[in-house]
């Protein structure tokens, strides 16, 4: 082919050479690392967005090392021809020692789950290798937006990395701190870590140490002086290992200590993996690799290319593989040739010239990045405006890896409607270079390059050459402005660009030239010729702009296809961006020429940046209960598997690998409701690699008696009693499809009503001052756990069946898949690792599918692994239930809410699943913190035919909760009092009932609503926020506080059980297991703490096995916050038993000798280790296994007057800005406090707490699902569009706040929670004495729980976000209270502020319910 040589590529992965495999053109760099063994890279999403996969690439680029990190998962293989790859496992490993940026996250919280975590290494450690010299905080958030976290919250990871950035040392200056931290400066006091290494509730910095550290440095990390200096060059061995080790002693204790001296021995002399020798002098050649169904060619000359486009000239190219990858993983198709054009060096040269800049095609963003840094160094500001608003975009432009990769080239030919780069490029008017097959050259300007959707005018064969980017005159002005959307979305708001050219005139400055270019309004980029007629030869005044304004419009209707409120939409956001245009001229000009274009007063130019607010990294401060020094339960200790998550040894589910295992892949209904006809699988059993079909008639289902069934191509060898009925809590599914596929919007029954009622509501619903009606619309949300279901299941001898599941419900899984095969559940072991996230989306949802899969194994008599794809994940796992609730609110003059009569719709999908469940629970939690004397709450579950709905954290809870918090904004805004005076008022006080007959304990309610109230100086913050929205027009700022009272355990009262097994072995070790599962939040470290505190023994000598079936049954789901509570009970059960076994020998050993002979004298009085009284006890056959139990017996279950074991308490003041003009907003600051006891490792529990914040602040201000529907009739009717992370925004790294407290209420500050001495341990462990009086029982050791309670303080940032709106709305002239659903995305709060650019709007965005 083209002459290119078959040679072998070859490449180096963690320093070891590799002859890449022929004929693998389709692998992912991904795909062969993992078949390598190489799991520690995971497949998160496939689509470049959330890092799971992220690997470091070195080569030679120019004749310069070059570091990168790249998605392997969009990297193809044989670009890795010539490479070094490093992966985690060349990072660091428990064996060889971590390296300095694993030790950091483990230390430092930063991993929960840990399937993100090898991700987050690799983008930092690449991070690191990438930049001469250390990079900046900036650098670092920046790289770290393409990671996505769902269970931490980001924050330890950002604290575990701070300590790699250059910081400029005067603002870690311990002088700088305290001024920063005294209340003076800030107007409250900031938590400080104290003296001792732990943070708490301790003496301030400011005060210990003012006098002593003045003017030393202060290390970013920790806060505390030392001596690294924040500006030498990055030292992997030295900063973390010596000072910054400083940070790690505040979070640790036996397990987490600093490094010893000879870990930092081992970590300073830990060898970074280097550039192998053979590829320093590697020259890359000529590539032609043929595969089964593409064949991969790499010419490495511009020659070699035009000639393999002759020959070729409909061959796909390929520079970074983003677009093409994701196409081909989308379509299930390759394209049969592709060309790689990255090695072909006059596609990737920059030649600065006079007047331009000539950029070559395969020139990366990051490339171009630097090089917009270099210009806008070197040159005049107004020369480089086209770079500058280059550079603001491509800072915007993803994660590292992306930009690594993706090329200027691939971005413009790809020509997607709301392509950054196009939409600038034809404002500033560049020109595109193209090269035809026989080397003739053609310079197109972009809008003449752009065709149609996805459609350019290139010929077959011709290839982009370069791009001519201008340098701009004085008084030429460029812009760029994006809403931040979806990247493939091409009916997103989408993006604009801005051009124009000013000269002075008669005293003032008229428009020479404009060009206005719309992106993601049509189906590709286009200029707006009308308002670019209307701008020039005009003045530059108001009069021209809202002439302007009103061609745009008329461009903006000719452009988009749409109506109703998305094209209102794309109005209001084009309408906007040319404002802010205007606005940010204005303030240029002014810096140019002062006092020339007073256009605009300074509150209005508060729109002109487009950027909200960023001080780089965020930050935190965590304050909690300290613990006695000599205790083991109740300190911050590391989770026990950090270490090996941050060196991607932790194994997951899918990284199991077993002797001839089969691969499942779904085929699933591409209808919403239909009849299943029939079904042939005999195309699919003629494909490479296929060996069998399961269906319905697998089962037994209808037509398949035979045998042997040529249909499937299975050999039926006995005869199994499969049963096709699944269905956790109802049999109403099938494992297999059998003659209906159900599932999309309309409601086509509901189930009966459940209520909860307190008061008389009719009589006093009128008797109140006032009256409303209203509702509330909650939309759906998707778990997003990093790690996607996954499952494989492993046939025995004797019908045994092992299943190997990351489910969160071990059991469910036993009894449902036997019940499917028709064994007995003892013939079934479920075993559980851990589980990269759940959230109550690893329950139930997966079994039919597991199911499937064991049939299929069955059949087969081999393993059989199924993994879900991302987007297959989200599109049949169920979601989070909508719902919709209809209200009317009594309430009297005062605020006082006397009534609330309220009707819930759920959303529950064609199946019951956990429907029920949800509906109870969200009832019980229908009053949050208020008590409504007279109330009355129903709740029905609509069946639809959409993927059936499931349990998510909170289950309904928090859907509900919003509700209520909707009504009582709803109530203050109409009465025009302080929102936390309404909350307050009506908020329950001690010893009052709730709504489902539980008593409102003590007063940790009203504790925590203070504490937080204080914390974050609630009125001067106030007040100040009032002060900036007079000042501000297009700026707005808006805080909110609301509480929190959420109750812990499962609403069915026969699921709060549990039990564990603990066996001391003859050495002295202890292994524990339980029926819980790990899935991050840190269950299993607790249980070992507990294990070891009750033994009175180290924690080192505590080990936690696996969750399986087969030892210990009928567990309950690790759900419902109940974990912990029942395991750890569960475990000092058992310990107490083995303590009490212990204990004469214990004792015994101090009074005989050796050789059993009474010792005399006092030398004889010391006790013997554990180690030697177990031996003793073994020896005097004592049995050293317990079994523990623990049963929450007081619990009444749904109905009775006590559902719950207690409330956990808590509340959340935040801070937002938003920015008017595009609706999108920052979190500026979150206090939340929480009152969890005496916590059992507050590390743990308050990484639950900011995890559950920010998964809550998804919920209800970004996270959003688009399905098929009336309002969505551009898509397939039932399909789901927001099938990855692309289109479905978690939040980022960039969407927390920038400043995060959180605060556990102080129970007994310094109370032990047990004394480590044996048998005494179990005194402690309840909650008693002092804390009993006010604290429910059967606590362990006096703590609460904090998995679901602090999710729904997250809803704090979307109240503060609707008082930002209020305030916008009250300048606009609207002082009325307005409906704002939940998710607020940009879009719906953009259109809800309703001003002069949004006037043509009716209709907000519709929410899929
Ligand atoms: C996670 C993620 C985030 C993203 N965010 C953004 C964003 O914020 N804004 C935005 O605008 N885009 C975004 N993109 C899109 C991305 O920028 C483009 O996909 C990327 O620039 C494509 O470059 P590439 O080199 O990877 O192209 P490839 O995938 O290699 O190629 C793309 C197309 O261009 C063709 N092609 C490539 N080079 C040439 C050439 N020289 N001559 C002729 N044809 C050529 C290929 O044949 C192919 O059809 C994102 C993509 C991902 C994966
Ligand atoms: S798996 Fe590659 S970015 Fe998500
Ligand atoms: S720890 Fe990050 S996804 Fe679980």
Request: hydrophobic share 40%; net charge neutral; charged share 20%.
């Amino acid at each position: 082919m083209v002459g290119l040589p078959d040679k072998m590529p070859i490449c180096y992965v963690n320093g070891k050479r590799r002859i890449l495999p022929r004929g693998q053109a389709e692998l992912t760099l991904l795909e062969y690392l993992r078949d390598e063994g190489l799991t520690g890279t995971k497949l998160g999403c496939g689509e470049g967005v959330c890092g799971a996969c992220t690997v470091m690439v070195s080569d030679l680029h120019q004749g310069e090392l070059r570091h990168r990190s790249v998605n392997a998962c969009l990297f193809p293989l044989y670009a890795a021809d010539g490479k070094h790859i490093v992966t985690i496992e060349g990072v660091g490993s428990l064996k060889a020692g971590l390296h300095p940026v694993q030790q950091r996250l483990a230390t430092l919280h930063g991993s929960q789950c840990g399937f993100c975590t090898p991700g987050f290494v690799m983008a930092m450690y690449a991070l690191l290798r990438a930049t001469n010299g250390r990079p900046s905080e900036q650098q670092i958030a920046v790289s770290l937006a393409g990671n996505l976290c769902r269970c931490t919250g980001y924050r330890p990871i950002v604290d575990a990395f701070k300590v790699f950035a250059h910081v400029p040392a005067k603002a870690y200056t311990d002088d700088s701190i305290q001024a920063q931290e005294s209340p003076a400066a800030n107007g409250h006091n900031t938590p400080h870590l104290s003296e001792d290494g732990f943070p708490g509730f301790k003496r301030p910095l400011a005060q210990t140490e003012q006098s002593q550290a003045s003017s030393k440095k202060v290390c970013p990390s920790t806060g505390r002086p030392c001596d690294c200096s924040g500006s030498e060059p990055p030292a992997f061995n030295g900063h973390t290992a010596a000072t910054g080790a400083s940070a790690e002693v505040q979070h640790s204790n036996t397990s987490s200590k600093v490094p010893s001296a000879a870990e930092q021995a081992n970590l300073r002399g830990f060898s970074e993996p280097i550039f192998p020798a053979e590829l320093r002098s590697y020259q890359a050649q000529d590539l032609c690799l043929v595969g089964l169904e593409c064949t991969w060619l790499r010419p490495v000359s511009l020659a070699k290319l035009l000639e393999a486009r002759q020959q070729h000239p409909d061959a796909r190219l390929v520079a970074g593989h983003n677009e093409v990858g994701i196409e081909r993983k989308y379509n299930q198709t390759t394209p049969p040739l592709l060309i790689s054009i990255s090695e072909v060096p006059e596609l990737s040269q920059i030649q600065v010239g006079k007047t331009a800049v000539l950029v070559g095609a395969t020139v990366t963003l990051t490339q171009l990045l630097d090089l917009c840094s270099h210009l806008i160094a070197r040159r005049p500001a107004h020369e480089t405006r086209c770079f500058s608003a280059l550079s603001n975009q491509l800072q915007h432009f993803s994660g590292n890896q992306v930009r690594n990769m993706a090329t200027l080239g691939g971005n413009i030919v790809n020509a997607s409607p709301i392509s950054d780069i196009n939409a600038i490029m034809m404002a500033i008017g560049a020109s595109y270079e193209l090269v035809g097959s026989d080397g003739s050259r053609t310079a197109l300007l972009p809008q003449d390059f752009l065709m149609g959707f996805r459609k350019t005018k290139l010929q077959p064969g011709e290839t982009l050459l370069q791009v001519s980017i201008p340098f701009t005159s004085q008084h030429e002005f460029v812009a760029e402005y994006k809403q931040s959307h979806k990247r493939e979305d091409c009916l997103a708001v989408g993006n604009a660009g801005f051009y124009a050219q000013l000269q002075s005139s008669d005293g003032g400055w008229s428009i020479e030239r404009a060009r206005i270019s719309l992106g993601g309004v049509g189906p590709f980029t286009q200029l707006a010729p009308q308002a670019a007629q209307a701008m020039q030869q005009q003045p530059w005044s108001r009069a021209t702009l809202d002439r302007t304004l009103a061609a745009l419009s008329k461009d903006v209707n000719q452009v988009s296809g749409t109506q109703g409120w998305r094209l209102n939409m794309h109005q209001a956001a084009i309408a906007s961006f040319l404002f802010r245009f205007f606005l940010s001229v204005s303030v240029q000009l002014e810096a140019e020429v002062p006092g020339s274009a007073p256009l605009f007063g300074p509150s209005e130019l508060s729109g002109a940046p487009a950027d909200l607010p960023s001080d780089g990294l965020s930050k935190g401060a965590q304050l909690f209960p300290l613990a006695s020094p000599e205790a083991i339960v109740g300190h911050p200790t590391m989770h026990m598997a950090a270490r090996s998550q941050t060196t991607g040894e932790a194994q997951f589910a899918g990284d199991i690998k077993l002797v001839g295992m089969h691969h499942a892949a779904l085929v699933t209904s591409t209808r919403p409701h239909a009849r299943l006809v029939s079904v042939d699988a005999s195309a699919a059993l003629q494909m490479e690699g296929v060996s069998s079909f399961c269906d319905a008639r697998t089962m037994g289902g209808p037509g398949e008696n035979a045998a042997t069934s040529t249909a499937t191509g299975l050999q039926h060898q006995q005869q199994h009693n499969y049963s096709n009925a699944a269905g956790h809590m109802k049999q109403d599914e099938e494992v297999f499809a059998s003659s209906e596929v159900h599932t999309v919007g309309q409601v086509i029954g509901m189930g009966p009503e459940n209520k909860v009622q307190v008061g008389d509501i009719d009589a006093w619903l009128h008797k109140c001052d006032h009256m409303l009606e209203g509702s509330v619309v909650v939309g759906a949300q998707e778990h997003f756990y990093m790690e996607p279901q996954v499952s494989v299941v492993q046939p025995q001898e004797n019908d045994e069946l092992i299943i190997h599941a990351s489910t969160q419900s071990a059991t469910a899984y036993q009894h449902d898949i036997a019940r499917s095969l028709g064994l007995p559940s003892h013939k079934v072991v479920c075993h559980v690792k851990r589980v990269g996230g759940a959230f109550g989306g690893k329950e139930t949802r997966f079994i039919p599918i597991t199911a499937a899969a064991a049939v299929a194994a069955r059949e087969l008599g081999r393993p059989v692994r199924i993994a879900l794809e991302r987007h297959e994940d989200m599109a049949i796992s169920g979601h989070r239930h909508p719902f919709l609730i209809k209200y009317k609110v009594g309430y009297n003059k005062d605020g006082e809410v006397k009534a609330v009569d309220a009707e819930a719709f759920c959303n529950g999908g064609w199946c019951l699943d956990m429907s029920q469940a949800v509906i109870g629970k969200a009832l019980l939690h229908a009053d949050n913190a208020y008590r409504v004397p007279h109330l009355r709450f129903t709740g029905r579950i609509c069946r639809t035919h959409t993927v059936s709905n499931t349990s998510m954290r909170g289950l309904g809870g928090p859907q509900i909760m919003l509700a209520i918090e909707s009504i009582l904004d709803r109530v203050a805004t109409e009465l025009q009092l302080p929102q936390e005076r309404v909350r307050s008022l009506n908020m329950y006080q001690p010893g009052e009932k709730a709504v489902c007959g539980q008593a409102v304990e003590a007063g940790q309610l009203r504790a925590c609503w203070d504490k937080t109230l204080e914390t974050s100086s609630f009125p001067e913050r106030s007040a100040q926020v009032a002060l900036f929205n007079q000042g501000s027009r297009w700026r707005k700022r808006g805080i909110c506080t609301i509480p929190v009272k959420f109750g812990v355990g499962f609403a069915g009262k026969f699921m709060n059980q549990g039990g564990a097994l603990v066996h001391i072995y003859m050495d002295g070790t202890v292994l524990v297991t339980t029926g819980g599962i790990e899935m991050g939040q840190g269950l299993h470290t607790k249980c070992c703490m507990v294990a070891a505190q009750e033994l009175g023994i180290p924690l080192d000598r505590v080990h936690i096995a696996e969750t399986a079936t087969d030892k210990v049954p009928n567990t309950s789901p690790s759900a419902a916050s109940a974990s912990s509570d029942l395991y750890c009970m569960a475990v000092i059960d058992a310990c107490s038993q083995l303590r009490d076994r212990l204990a004469p020998f214990r004792q015994a050993k101090a009074a005989h000798t050796a050789d059993g002979q009474q010792e005399s004298g006092s030398g004889a009085q010391k006790p013997p280790s554990f180690p030697e009284a177990v031996r003793a006890a073994y020896m005097a056959m004592v049995d050293l296994s317990a079994r523990g139990f623990h049963a929450v017996t007081q619990v009444t279950g749904l109905g009775g007057d006590m559902p719950f074991k207690y409330w956990t308490y808590g509340a959340a003041a935040t801070e937002v800005e938003l920015d008017v003009l595009t609706g999108a907003h920052k979190v500026l600051r979150a206090d939340i406090v929480m009152d969890l006891g005496q916590p059992l490792n507050p590390a743990l529990d308050i990484g639950q707490i900011e995890g559950a914040y920010v998964q809550g602040l998804g919920m209800t201000c970004k996270e959003e699902l688009v399905w098929g529907d009336v309002e969505h009739d551009w898509l397939p009717r039932g399909h789901l569009q927001t099938r990855g992370p692309g289109s479905y925004m978690i939040p980022t790294v960039e969407d927390i706040p920038a400043d995060l407290r959180v605060t556990l209420l102080e129970d007994e500050p310094g109370r032990a929670p047990s004394s480590t001495s044996p048998g005494a341990a179990g005194a402690g462990s309840m909650s008693e004495g002092k804390s009993s009086e006010k604290r429910p029982p059967g606590l362990v050791y006096s703590s609460k729980n904090a998995g679901e309670p602090p999710f729904f303080l997250g809803a704090s940032a979307f109240f503060a976000l609707k008082q930002a709106v209020y305030a916008a709305r009250r300048d606009a002239g609207h002082p009325a209270w307005i409906q704002l659903d939940s998710p607020a995305s940009t879009e719906r709060v953009r259109m809800s502020c309703a001003d002069h650019l949004t006037s043509n709007s009716t209709k907000l965005p519709p929410i899929c319910c």
